[in-house]
């Protein structure tokens, strides 16, 4: 029974996100071209992210579970059977008939099958070795016949350059060799050092400038404003509420630039736009 409940609670939330994607796409929210851009970004940029940062904190060995064995054989089993069946029945040419075979063993181990293993099965990491599996062999398998049967030659540049054109695979073998790297050298190899507040000596830095940029300087903005400008209502309101804005992350280019206080940098700014929304919610409940 708690199996059954958290596969509905898991199609209900990709039911939802659906169905708030297809009102958008009704009502034309974004432009007419918004459902390519959205597309667009979700293949190049954001699902092969997402695989990254799952599958480079997986355990390796964990990834590579021995259930691919299971996803394998079923796959090849079922494009057998189709090619079997139609010797028996259908009578496909071969092109067809591949297309069949592929139809019936490839799996939508992406669009559909990261968000089921993610929100039914708990661990979108599932899906990688299917997805590599797909990409490494039963792609180039299929383009290969295709090749064959439609072009009478077998074009091995483009074989090997189909996997350059899936920037989910990219990012799922990325993920893969930042795990086993990390297995190896038993540390994150990915941004490493880099925790938050990790040097002592700096926080009452880090905490002062949080303090300054978020509070002293609306108070700040906010005595000019009223006393020196004479100003009142929405510009008064404005010049406050911009004057809490998080600090710019261009300071920490500039630090980099110079190769000086990069972790100072990044801690402020992280401090900054980690409490900026309060004290602007502050200010919005007085002034506004």
């Not at 169905?19 to 959205?38: D, E, K, T």
């Not at 990219?170 to 990915?190: E, Q």
């Not at 809490?244 to 402020?268: E, I």
Request: with cysteine; net charge positive.
């Amino acid at each position: 029974m708690p199996g059954l409940l958290n596969a509905m609670e898991g199609f209900c939330v990709i039911g939802i996100v659906i169905g708030v994607g297809y009102v958008a796409a009704r009502m034309r929210i974004g432009g007419p071209s918004a459902q390519m851009v959205l597309n667009r970004f979700s293949f190049f940029v954001s699902s092969p992210c997402l695989m990254f940062a799952i599958l480079s904190k997986e355990p390796i060995f964990e990834i590579f579970h021995s259930s691919i064995i299971v996803a394998f054989f079923s796959a090849v089993l079922v494009g057998a059977l189709f090619l079997m069946l139609n010797k028996l029945f259908f009578h496909l040419g071969p092109a067809d008939a591949t297309v069949g075979a592929l139809n019936s063993l490839y799996l939508n181990s992406n669009n559909i099958g990261l968000p089921i293993a993610t929100y039914i099965l708990g661990n979108g990491a599932l899906v990688a070795p299917i997805l590599v599996m797909q990409q490494a062999i039963f792609t180039p398998v299929g383009l290969t016949v295709l090749d064959v049967t439609t072009k009478g030659k077998v074009s091995v540049k483009e074989i090997l350059k189909q996997p350059l054109h899936q920037p989910l695979l990219i990012g799922s073998l990325g993920g893969i060799l930042v795990s086993a790297i990390n297995a190896k050298i038993g540390w994150f190899p990915v941004l490493h050092g880099t925790k938050p507040l990790k040097q002592k000596g700096d926080r009452p830095a880090i905490f002062t400038v949080a303090v300054l940029k978020n509070i002293v300087m609306p108070i700040i903005a906010f005595l000019l404003s009223y006393f020196v400008m004479g100003f009142r209502g929405a510009t008064l309101y404005a010049c406050v509420v911009l004057a809490a804005l998080p600090t710019g992350q261009n300071v920490y280019n500039y630090a980099a630039r110079y190769n000086v206080g990069l972790t100072f940098a990044r801690d402020g700014i992280l401090m900054s736009t980690m409490t900026s929304p309060i004290f602007i919610a502050v200010i919005a409940a007085l002034l506004s």
